[in-house]
């Protein structure tokens, strides 16, 4: 039988200054592997949903298990430990550091998990080299190999980076907010290259492009 990545049973989740829930779920069930596309207009709930299954948020009832384990029974601490050893976000401006190296800021998660840095290798030369490889795959390699920084990079390509820090070494779930068009149009570009990537079939992926109205 498939993993499960993510199971939501009854969920409910609603702002403070709100009456109605913004996430009223009866039941979602993501297996490993399968890829995920969310869609619905500005307010609907998209990034308040990632935000839950990151444990930034917590669920107002219901249960919401990531890899089998109940967010709601852990604390503040213990959440954001295991969002940063088990998931990977591409946030939706990039957030990439221009002081650091392409493969610095694909290394950079690692400074803040010893588990996800040990599946990265040993040490950090081959952490370096795993680095390396992702932005490989990713169709990085000549501004890799020229040493360019983050700022001289295309929109696209610092997608890429973006997208290179979040799976490095990552074995849960991706986690993509986006907005518009224009970055919609990107993800599916995005897509393509993981699609033909072997390498990370076995991850959950939960994209989230928006729908402006």
């Not at 609907?44 to 839950?52: A, D, H, N, R, V």
């Amino acid at each position: 039988m498939t993993e499960a990545v993510l199971e939501l049973k009854d969920v409910c989740f609603r702002w403070s200054n709100q009456d109605r829930a913004t996430i009223d779920l009866p039941e979602l069930k993501i297996d490993q592997g399968e890829r995920i596309f969310l869609q619905g207009p500005s307010g609907s709930g998209k990034s308040t949903l990632l935000s839950l299954v990151g444990g930034i948020l917590v669920a107002e009832s219901g249960s919401l298990r990531v890899l089998g384990e109940e967010l709601k029974g852990l604390s503040r601490a213990r959440r954001d430990a295991f969002r940063v050893t088990h998931l990977g976000f591409i946030f939706q401006l990039f957030n990439l550091l221009p002081y650091l190296s392409l493969e610095e800021n694909v290394l950079l998660p690692l400074r803040f998990s010893k588990k996800r840095a040990q599946r990265a290798g040993s040490n950090q030369a081959e952490r370096l080299e795993e680095a390396q490889r992702l932005l490989t795959a990713l169709g990085l390699s000549e501004p890799l190999k020229e040493g360019r920084p983050v700022v001289e990079l295309s929109v696209g390509q610092q997608q890429r980076v973006a997208a290179a820090r979040a799976l490095i070494c990552l074995h849960a779930t991706n986690l993509t907010p986006a907005s518009g068009e224009g970055v919609r149009a990107r993800f599916w570009s995005g897509c393509g290259v993981l699609q033909d990537w072997d390498g990370f079939h076995h991850q959950g992926c939960v994209p989230e492009p928006h729908r402006h109205p």
